[in-house]
Nanobody, 115 residues
């Protein structure tokens, strides 16, 4: 069983930065595609960014050039660096890990961008 625990959310002013981390338990982290999703009130959950086991990355158009996803397989962590944040980035951010039939989610961390 894989458990994912997010950290790093909070309140930030527009234009600011936050760094989200997701720590995974288990010995098979390295094979997972890891991703960050977000869900704002009244909106559908959307993919923000993901990174494959080989390090290939994919970003939503809305965050390209502002967010960076990375992973450290030795530490079982995946990080989302978020820069130039806007109020539209306000949401609960959830960590996801999936491979084949396995699909795991964290509890989420709140990110609020407001002045």
């Amino acid at each position: 069983q894989v458990q994912l625990v997010e950290s790093g959310g909070g309140l930030v002013q527009p234009g600011g930065s936050l760094r989200l981390s997701c720590a995974a338990s288990g010995s098979i982290f390295s094979i997972f595609t890891m991703g960050w999703y977000r869900q704002a009130p009244g909106k559908q959950r959307e993919l923000v960014a993901d990174i494959t086991s080989g390090g290939s990355t994919n970003y939503a158009d809305s965050v390209k050039g502002r967010f960076t996803i990375s992973r450290d397989n030795a530490k079982n962590t995946v990080v989302l660096q978020m820069n130039s944040l806007t109020p539209e980035d306000t949401a609960v951010y959830l960590c996801n890990g999936h491979w084949s039939w396995m699909d795991h989610w964290g509890q989420g961390t709140q990110v609020t961008v407001s002045s």
